[in-house]
């Protein structure tokens, strides 16, 4: 028996031809799927790694970029040059800033000890030129440096000053954010330093206490007890344990609340009498809302606050600090109640009270809180522009009118009085928060308008300001008539 017939086998030549082809084959669709692997990560790094891996303060090839590119200016959206540099008749190129304090903790600084801020952020787009190609090609030849782009911020010099002017010598915070883009309008922190001092007063500001202070950047990175701001997210947690009774809810107020052997008393003392939640809201009565607290389920009250950014990073491109909500399953009445009325162990930085406020204002969305618009190059011709983005939903459009209306009574009726005369309609929310020494209250308010069409939303944070209605609420109320009466 034959095993093999002969005829029937494959010609040997032609056998490994035919494999050398397969070879060949997979060897092309192995280089060619590589190739496309290449061209598809170079893109994808071009386009998403790049300025962050360029502009990283680590990277050593920046200061070759600084070679061949004068560092790009800084400019408002109102077209106020915030950073520039200057050439002196040395050759030396120095970082100017015009306005001095003013914009210290959003545009930062460059210099020898480093970079903050948007000088920071947008190092690599500042360190980019985009003239036209002749102008490139002259500048070359004569070994001349390329302008660097510049970057249009979306912070309104005339915000900015007006909301520095109002906060006076206080210590704290303004931010305004446009509520459906998260551009942020304007951004405050006091107390603050001369950004072209930086270098000069280097140690003094990083070695002495009081000279610190003036570093942080309060409006993202400050925690404070949130006091009656907090109220916002007790009332919607009140709404979402009881759909269909929340509205019947009534209170008594003597001006103190008793429960469980410690008692919690309404500011001043004042007695409220009876109350529906939409005057408890208004009017800010403790014991409501502490009476609301306890009844509440702690698991399901820090859920609400986790999806509303407590306990994790903000999302936002410069330095911000981790609110804190530490509610759980076992805590006491008496912590319930002090967590309803935005005190205990809860923290909150003023620019997450913005964006929860922008959120309510857009019909329940959390936008990315941004300071950059657009890139430009030298001759003003638009580059790179960054758009808004959206961090999801945090309620339904329900629920975020149902805020509204609240707010709204607030300044109608309610702590809100300094926008009672306003030629727009308002919504708001005063807080005025314990600091648990013998110093006065922190004093806060944030707030939107107008309420039927919102352009802006605001939060204001006074340390040691005694009175949210009294203090910052009309701080807030003087970059609102400043931005929606230009
Ligand atoms: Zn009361």
């Not at 915030?82 to 460059?110: C, I, M, N, Q």
């Not at 690599?124 to 390329?146: A, C, G, P, W």
């Not at 070695?207 to 610190?212: F, H, T, W």
Request: aromatic letters at 10%.
């Amino acid at each position: 028996m034959k095993i093999f017939d002969r005829n029937r086998r494959e010609d040997p030549e032609k056998r490994d031809r035919r494999r050398a082809g397969r070879n060949i084959a997979v060897v092309t669709v192995f280089f060619t799927a590589l190739f496309f692997g290449l061209i598809g990560y170079y893109a994808y790094f071009i386009q998403f790694r790049a300025p962050g891996i360029i502009g990283s303060p680590y990277n050593p090839r920046l200061d070759k970029f600084a070679d061949r590119v004068v560092r790009g200016s800084i400019v408002s959206a109102d077209g106020k040059t915030l950073a520039e540099t200057k050439t002196g008749d040395d050759g030396k190129e120095a970082r100017h800033y015009p306005y001095d304090y003013l914009y210290v903790h959003s545009v930062g600084y460059s210099g020898k000890n480093g970079r903050s801020g948007l000088e920071s952020l947008a190092n690599f787009y500042l360190l980019s030129s985009h003239v036209n190609l002749i102008e490139k090609t002259v500048n070359e030849f004569q070994n001349k440096k390329n302008p660097g782009d510049s970057l249009v911020t979306t912070l309104r010099s005339d915000l900015q000053e007006t909301a520095s002017g109002a906060m006076g010598s206080n210590r704290g915070a303004v931010i305004a954010m446009e509520p459906d883009t998260g551009k942020v309008l304007c951004m405050v922190s006091q107390p603050n330093f001369n950004a072209n001092e930086l270098d000069a007063r280097w140690q003094e500001l990083t070695q002495d206490s009081d000279s610190k202070a003036a570093l942080l950047n309060r409006a993202s990175q400050g925690l404070y007890p949130p006091g009656s701001t907090f109220k916002i997210l007790t009332l919607l947690e009140y709404i979402r344990e009881n759909p269909d009774s929340w509205m019947n809810f009534t209170y008594n107020c003597t001006g103190t609340f008793k429960s469980d052997g410690y008692s919690i008393r309404c500011y001043h003392g004042e007695k409220h009498g009876e109350q529906t939640i939409l005057q408890a809201f208004a009017n800010s009565c403790n014991g409501a809302f502490a009476q609301i607290g306890e009844s509440l389920d702690p698991v399901r009250f820090r859920e609400l606050a986790e999806s509303c950014f407590f306990n994790s990073a903000l999302p936002y491109d410069l330095v911000s600090s981790k609110s804190l909500f530490s509610l759980n399953g076992d805590a006491s009445n008496w912590e319930k109640a002090q967590t309803a009325i935005g005190q205990g162990k809860t923290m909150m930085t003023p620019l997450l009270d913005c964006m929860i406020t922008a959120a309510i204002a857009n019909g329940g969305t959390v936008m990315k809180p941004t300071l950059m618009d657009h890139m430009e190059n030298a001759a003003g011709q638009a580059g790179k522009t960054f758009l808004p983005e959206s961090e999801g939903s945090i309620m339904s459009a329900e629920e975020a009118s149902a805020l509204t209306e609240f707010m709204t009574e607030v300044v109608k009726s309610g702590t809100g009085s300094a926008f009672r005369d306003a030629s727009y309609s308002a919504a708001g929310k005063t807080g005025t928060a314990e600091t648990g020494s013998d110093s006065a209250s922190h004093a806060w308010y944030v707030g939107f308008a107008p309420v039927e069409d919102p352009k802006i939303a605001v939060c204001v944070l006074v340390e040691n300001g005694e009175s949210g209605g009294r203090t910052a609420a009309p701080i807030a109320r003087a970059v609102i008539d400043k931005y929606l009466q230009r």
